[in-house]
């Protein structure tokens, strides 16, 4: 099942529903952000080729209608996200590393399992949240990485 599909079952028991916003080019971003406006609590966004080329332009536009991004991965909180949970990188590569080590040293390729990253890491920017808006609960604070 897609995360799509995932948050549309989700939500509805949490009193939130999805609002899809068509982007089909980065130059769109930033208008189909604003098009939220009255419209949204919050934006989220998976990592996406789209949004990632035109992030500021999406960061600008929610900061102007006060409303928190929330991503799925730490660099988008660096570069404006309220908040990100997401696999932590650091910890992507090493796993990665260790199945290439097996590779070098002879492993076929096919006898491999793919890994799947269940272990999250919850960022957040403290600056950020207020620049959008809302401010962080302490509980949250202390369970992050700061961004």
Do not use: W
Not at 14 to 31: Q, Y
Not at 104 to 126: C, W
Request: hydrophobic share 40%.
């Amino acid at each position: 099942m897609s995360l799509r599909e995932n948050l549309k079952q989700a939500l509805p028991a949490r009193g939130l529903s999805l609002l899809d916003i068509p982007a089909n080019r980065p130059t769109d971003i930033g208008m189909a952000t604003r098009s939220l406006q009255g419209r949204a609590d919050i934006i989220y966004t998976s990592f996406d080729n789209n949004v990632a080329s035109a992030f500021e332009a999406m960061t600008q536009a929610a900061n102007e209608l006060k409303l928190p991004i929330i991503a799925s991965d730490e660099f988008s909180v660096k570069r404006g996200a309220t908040a990100a949970l997401g696999v932590n990188d650091y910890d992507f590569g090493r796993t990665t590393g260790k199945m290439v080590y097996r590779v070098l040293n002879g492993e076929a390729v096919n006898t491999i399992k793919p890994e799947v990253m269940n272990d999250l890491t919850l960022y957040v920017s403290p600056k950020h949240a207020k620049t959008q808006g809302v401010s962080l609960p302490a509980e949250l604070l202390k369970k992050r990485h700061q961004c």
